[in-house]
């Protein structure tokens, strides 16, 4: 059984960084791409940022490109959101998710955490 547990989240002012943990199984098929999404009250879960696990290509949606970063840890198994310059707009609860493919389709992904709350104030 896939488990994904994320932490890191928290509140911090416009401008400020945070850093998103999640820790994932050992690679397999079912788990070879890794992504973060968020989900604000009242809207669809976005995707943010994704990578494969195995090659270490990385995908960035536009609304996040330049300033979050997504990396990886095979030895701990572990993927990781460097999210910086944050704004009031990146409040959302931030999923980690694990699937075969990356995709920006939250249904491509099979395994989700728990969620961690990140919260940008002006």
């Known amino acids: 059984q896939v488990q994904l547990v994320e932490s890191g989240g928290g509140s911090v002012q416009a401008g400020g960084s945070l850093r998103l943990s999640c820790v994932t199984s050992?690679?397999?098929?079912?788990?070879?791409?890794m992504g973060w999404f968020r989900q604000a009250p009242g809207k669809e879960r976005e995707g943010v940022a994704t990578?494969?696990?195995?090659?270490?290509?990385?995908f960035y949606s536009d609304s996040v490109t330049g300033r979050f970063t997504i990396s990886q840890d095979n030895s701990k198994n572990m993927v990781y959101l460097q999210m910086n310059s944050l704004q009031p707009e990146d409040t959302a609860m931030y999923y980690c998710?694990?699937?075969?493919?990356?995709?920006?389709?939250?249904?491509?992904?099979?395994?989700w955490g728990q969620g961690t709350q990140v919260t940008v104030s002006s």
């Open positions: 998710a694990a699937g075969e493919f990356c995709s920006w389709s939250a249904t491509e992904y099979n395994y």
């Open positions: 050992t690679y397999t098929r079912s788990t070879r791409c």
């Open positions: 990578i494969y696990r195995g090659s270490g290509t990385t």
